[in-house]
């Protein structure tokens, strides 16, 4: 299994299908736009893995600071094809994930996952992680 990190528009043309399973709502317009953003603030990069020519799974993450955390990989969206899972490849993605973070002297790693989400939950416990918060939010309805 090769994890590469997206680089062009065909990369995040071929990844797209594969975030929207996480991300249904999401439109391509919207997706490029907000990881552009996320490039341009912290530096964020997407991952994926290809069986051939067909992305089976994607990986975006970033490098953020906090009082909280200090520095830290927080990983946005972890996603594996539905066809695809339970073969090790989300586990290889959080690997790989691992690497980024020590190799940029990060003191951990972090992320989220809907409450209602048991399989997601159950797969990081199984991978070693450990649930320490449970995460608010508030969604702001109008122009912002």
């Avoid at 990881?35 to 970033?62: E, H, Q, S, T």
Wanted: some cysteine; hydrophobic content about 40%; aromatic content about 10%.
């Amino acid at each position: 299994m090769k994890i590469i990190k997206a680089e062009n528009h065909r990369d995040f043309e071929a990844i797209f299908p594969v975030i929207r399973e996480l991300r249904p709502n999401l439109t391509f317009h919207e997706y490029t736009d907000l990881m552009m953003n996320a490039k341009l603030r912290d530096d964020y990069d997407i991952v994926a893995v290809f069986d051939g020519p067909k992305c089976i799974a994607a990986m975006g993450y970033r490098i953020l600071y906090d009082f909280v955390h200090g520095k830290h990989l927080y990983i946005d969206d972890l996603v594996v094809t539905e066809s695809c899972r339970s073969k090790g490849i989300g586990a290889e993605l959080l690997r790989y994930a691992e690497q980024v973070a020590v190799e940029k002297k990060c003191k951990g790693l972090r992320l989220c996952t809907g409450v209602d989400r048991k399989d997601s939950q159950r797969f990081y416990e199984r991978n070693n992680w450990n649930a320490r918060a449970i995460a608010y939010k508030k969604t702001i309805s109008g122009d912002v």
